[in-house]
């Protein structure tokens, strides 16, 4: 690991996650440039769960200079006998390429190298300086803080799902399917009729106890016309500039926000979800809902939680989402049309469903 400068804004932010403490720790430029945007994407993670001891980790964020030599970068952190290549990108740097072991991971980016070591209790990310000449701003905050958070729990046993999660009434949902399908549209619509919210677009799968557990990643909630348009509460986040969420500064017609920004709704940590519901688009099919079979459901979950690993933490992640699926009692297809839906009949057959189950 290169030597960290000396000029550190120790722990400028502290957030916590299922069990840790994560200290952010940069120099006074990052710090600034920042904190307040750390501060609104993990509002619902800034304060320790009740009764938990948290186990620290440092992440440090270090600027490097433009046209920084991300190779030797890379050869200074994994020895070249010991990288397993994962995922290879489009070349000249702008592809992702993936180092792992059981313990620790480099990921490298054309913006950004993250070191995850597990077993030091440490997150290192290099980014790319901003300069006027490339006019290029500090990379999208997403792209590290999800790659470091998202690997720091692989290594632990967690494993990614795409999916939304709501817990409460009738019972623990997970809420699955692609980007612009409708997860975020559907949870607001459950934590409407008084479900607590896990998250709305990453959840981790914990793998480790006898019945998996989903654990929420709980963000801002990523809005667009057709979710506000279904949900007016959310109409004041179109005037608000600091909830536009930009792609290389270029507007992407989405909004994001704390969900208890709108609504009376309590912030899950975990849940053993009973049902599963796969929201797909009706692309000329007749929207409505319709069981699933075991094995339908078990194909759709591990689509949705495709992520690269060793073939040992791959053989675990199928073992764990097998395990979730055998676990839960409902399995249900939503065709959509449009964002406009109304969850109330869903609702109603998922709890028929767990009322059929425990009658058997």
């Not at 179109?238 to 989405?254: F, K, N, S, V």
């Not at 040992?312 to 409902?330: D, G, I, P, T, Y």
């Amino acid at each position: 690991m290169s030597p960290l400068p000396e000029d550190r804004v120790e722990a400028f932010v502290d957030f916590h996650m299922h069990g840790f403490r994560f200290s952010l720790r940069a120099g006074p430029r990052e710090a600034a440039a920042i904190e307040q945007r750390v501060r609104r994407m993990l509002a619902a993670h800034l304060e320790p769960e009740p009764g938990v001891e948290p186990r620290p980790v440092t992440f440090d964020l270090i600027t490097a200079a433009p046209g920084h030599d991300w190779s030797k970068t890379v050869a200074g952190l994994v020895p070249s006998a010991e990288r397993q290549v994962f995922q290879i990108g489009p070349e000249k740097g702008y592809g992702r390429y993936f180092f792992s072991d059981d313990r620790s991971a480099v990921i490298v980016d054309g913006h950004f190298v993250l070191e995850v070591d597990r077993g030091a209790g440490a997150i290192t990310a290099w980014l790319i300086s901003a300069t006027a000449g490339e006019g290029r701003s500090m990379p999208d905050l997403n792209a590290y803080f999800l790659w470091a958070i998202i690997e720091w729990f692989a290594l632990g046993d967690h494993y990614l799902l795409h999916a939304a999660g709501v817990a409460g009434s009738p019972c623990g949902i997970a809420i699955i399917g692609e980007s612009g399908w409708g997860k975020s549209t559907t949870s607001i619509s459950l934590v409407k009729r008084g479900m607590g919210f896990l998250g709305d677009d990453l959840l981790f799968v914990d793998s480790r106890g006898t019945t998996p557990a989903i654990r929420a990643f709980t963000k801002p909630v990523k809005v667009d016309a057709r979710t506000i348009a279904f949900h007016p509460e959310l109409a004041p986040l179109r005037d608000d500039p600091d909830a536009r969420i930009l792609d290389g500064g270029r507007e992407t017609g989405e909004w994001g926000a704390d969900i208890r920004r709108f609504f009376d709704v309590e912030i899950v940590r975990s849940m053993v979800p009973s049902a599963l519901l796969f929201v797909v688009p009706a692309r000329g099919r007749e929207p409505g809902t319709a069981r699933l079979p075991a094995a339908g459901a078990l194909e759709r979950l591990l689509a949705a939680g495709e992520h690269q690993h060793s073939a040992r933490r791959e053989a675990a992640r199928f073992a764990a989402l097998s395990a979730l699926v055998a676990s839960a009692k409902s399995y249900r297809c939503l065709v959509r049309e449009g964002a406009l839906f109304d969850v109330d009949p869903v609702l109603d057959l998922v709890r028929e469903e767990l009322r059929d189950v425990a009658d058997k």
